[in-house]
């Protein structure tokens, strides 16, 4: 068992796994008070394979906010998968964060602590 304060830095999806909890999946197309979408997650790609979660670590409770993609409309990085992990201080700041930054915001101004290391991303 590997607590998150000890592990930064590229773990396999089997240590997230075995650390982490999933709290929440958040909605990849937020919608604004009429129904319509308020964004999709990536401007730069379709959005639809985009997904944002929550996790705990099991050890010490600090939370993260994983943004999970994969790209297709460039053919460099057709079908790469992405899955950073940034620190994020509590649910109701992660909430904050989903409903104010699209995808692209938030990558531009902050930094990751962990990724994942295999090919295998849960969206
Ligand atoms: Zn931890």
């Given at each position: ?10 773990l396999?999806?089997?240590a997230l ?107």
């Amino acid at each position: 068992m590997i607590c998150c304060q000890l592990a930064k830095g590229t773990l396999t999806r089997r240590a997230l796994i075995e650390n982490f909890e999933v709290v929440k999946e958040y909605d990849p197309q937020p919608k604004n008070k009429d129904g319509s979408v308020r964004w999709f997650l990536y401007g730069w790609d379709d959005g639809k394979n985009g997904v944002r979660r929550l996790a705990r670590c099991k050890h010490c409770g600090s939370f993260f906010l994983i943004q999970a993609y994969h790209l297709h409309k460039f053919s460099e990085y057709a079908n790469v998968q992405f899955e950073p992990w940034y620190s994020i201080g509590s649910e109701s700041e992660a909430d904050y964060v989903n409903a104010t930054y699209t995808g692209l915001q938030w990558e531009l101004e902050h930094k990751p602590v962990i990724r994942c290391a295999d090919d295998e991303v849960m969206c």
